[in-house]
């Protein structure tokens, strides 16, 4: 359902600087960036400082790898603008669409390192069941030479587009299926030079 006011009901100050951001950048508001507008102190700002962090700050992970992570939390959950979007971003960002797509079609057959299947094996684990989550799940991951760190890099990657992606679908954001591909491909480039923060 498309909350009309997550749409139209921004302050004044917001719906400037909104429309500001589409004149500069020649694309459409996305709905994500109007979610976190809305009542930024609330949930905008604090979420994207995290998310930034998570994304773009130092890791063991490569940002396209991060990127990698966000798609397939995304697909696992079915949501269909956070798989677009990011499958675009991790898409770039490894400069390799067949790497991105086969792990998002067949994970478990993907020609990743055992590093990276065995983390997109616990993503799974923890996006669709995790309440069946033990100790033992953790320890497959590092004896596939995962550090504590990097795994818990990638469980902050899966909790917050698990987040993200139940807004998407509660507040129906359009995923822009039919935009033009220069647009989505501008959006994409922005995302992976200037990262998460409003």
Not at 115 to 124: F, M, N, P
Not at 125 to 137: A, G, N, Q, Y
Not at 138 to 160: D, F, T, Y
Request: glycine share 6%; charged share 25%; hydrophobic share 45%.
């Amino acid at each position: 359902m498309r909350l009309i006011k997550v749409a139209n009901g921004q302050s004044f100050p917001r719906k400037l600087m909104l429309g500001f951001m589409q004149l500069v950048t020649g694309m459409p508001t996305l709905d994500v960036m109007r979610t976190l507008m809305y009542r930024p102190k609330f949930f905008g700002k604090p979420y994207s400082a995290w998310l930034h962090e998570v994304m773009r700050g130092p890791s063991e992970w490569s940002m396209g790898e991060r990127e990698l992570f966000a798609a397939f939390t995304s697909r696992k959950n079915e949501c269909q603008f956070c798989t677009s979007g990011h499958t675009a971003v991790s898409s770039m960002a490894l400069d390799d669409p067949d790497l991105v797509e086969a792990v998002l079609n067949d994970w478990q057959n993907a020609p990743v390192s055992p590093k990276v299947k065995a983390t997109l094996g616990l993503l799974e684990d923890l996006t669709l069941k995790p309440e069946k989550i033990t100790f033992t799940d953790i320890e497959r991951v590092r004896a596939a030479g995962v550090s504590a760190q990097a795994i818990e890099e990638a469980i902050c990657v899966c909790g917050l587009f698990n987040i993200i992606n139940r807004l998407a679908d509660a507040f129906d954001f359009d995923p822009m299926t039919g935009a033009d591909p220069k647009i989505v491909t501008k959006a994409t480039s922005m995302l992976l030079k200037h990262g998460y923060k409003i």
